[in-house]
């Protein structure tokens, strides 16, 4: 028996929404932009925004993010793109090269910003040299894509930053950091975060839709994107167990994840005081760039791996 699509009837290739509907690839498409523009509409992600700069990794989501914003908004919200080669070897080059094509192909304008180039370090050398950066690779990688970020969106003129991350990644953080104690890491993490001193806004389009919803959409655009997983990404320990629980409860279709973080986002959030954010309200003696010291934890970073003097890009 083929399935067919319960809108069109034509043949099935996925199935989406609450009631776990057969579609075709057409109206999967069509569900899916429908999603992604609902979130948009519920955070009021673009309000005042009339440039936007869409931070492409290659991977999946962040290719699908480009592809849909591009699909509902070309001609309202003007994108610019940004990818960054952060100099994991064998895989930042063809993460730039999947991103490069997909810009390409949507005629959209991009920047690509080399860290060894411009910063004299990569993210292998801050693995090989953790202990004297003194900081987890991954939050090293978090801290140099927010701060990029963040400079580009400055110099290109850009109200705010999209980033391609899904349900299954806000889950996860907001659950570990609620689990952890990280009040302060846990309200950044709501779909729209606002301008704060020279921090550009940062949106996140994607915010209710999963992984495996953002993969099924790029497949049948059709778009060139990179699978592999980053070498650097822990295979074991809290986050990869935490994220399998989460995965288990989404296949007994309970939408687990999607109650918990806009629950978290609409009830939680809101009712923590602030009584001072601390970053964004100082500025980095050395790069100028908002800080909560004098010195910001990019530049920090980045005086630990170059300025050591038996070290530098090797
Ligand atoms: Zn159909
Ligand atoms: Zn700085």
Redesign the pocket.
Known sequence: MRLR?R??G?RAVARAGPGRRY??A??YLEHFERRVAKTVEKYRLLRGVRRLLVAVSGGKDSVALLHVLHRLYRGRVELVGLTIDLGIEGYSTPQVEFARRNFEALGIDYRVVGLAEEYGFTIDLASRRRRLVRRPTCSVCGIVKRYVMNRIAIEVGADAIATGHNLDDLSLFTLMSIAQGRIDDLVKLVPRTEKMGALVPRIRPLALVSGKETLTYVVLLGAPFHHENCPHAPSDGLRPELSAMLERLEDRNLEFRKMMYTNIVSNLIPRISRPDDKAGTGTCTICGMPASGKICSFCRIRMRLTEHPKIGVE
């Open positions: 699509c809108i069109c034509e579609l075709c057409r109206h």
